[in-house]
């Protein structure tokens, strides 16, 4: 079993950056495919990105590719999301999720979950 702790969210305004942090504990975290997705108010929950268990693979909707970028630490248990050209449509609840499937980005396929946090873009 693994314990998801994201942070970094905030308010920016509308071109800036910020880098949202999922801290793992519990074993083997280097084991787990690793996900973040989000929720914006009144929305379902939607992928962002995902990475494999190396680092290796990413993968990234549509309309933050360019823009964000998800990488990891195995050795600090920690993945990570840098999002630059922030826009007031990528406001929403950030959560970090893990999985030991492969190549899923499907949230119900996630089998931990963090509590989300919450990044505000200003016009």
């Known amino acids: 079993q693994v314990q998801l702790v994201e942070s970094g969210g905030g308010l920016v305004q509308a071109g800036g950056s910020l880098r949202l942090s999922c801290a793992a504990s519990?074993?083997?975290?280097?084991?787990?495919?690793m996900g973040w997705f989000r929720q914006a108010p009144g929305k379902e929950r939607e992928f962002v990105a995902t990475?494999?268990?190396?680092?290796?693979?990413?993968r990234y909707v549509g309309s933050v590719k360019g823009r964000f970028t998800i990488f990891r630490n195995n050795a600090k248990n920690t993945v990570y999301l840098q999002m630059n050209s922030l826009n007031p449509e990528d406001t929403a609840v950030y959560y970090c999720?893990?999985?030991?499937?492969?190549?899923?980005?499907?949230?119900?396929?996630?089998?931990?979950w963090g509590q989300g946090t919450l990044v505000t873009v200003s016009e």
């Open positions: 519990g074993r083997t975290f280097s084991s787990y495919e």
């Open positions: 999720a893990a999985t030991l499937g492969r190549g899923v980005i499907t949230a119900s396929q996630f089998e931990y």
């Open positions: 990475i494999t268990w190396n680092g290796v693979t990413t």
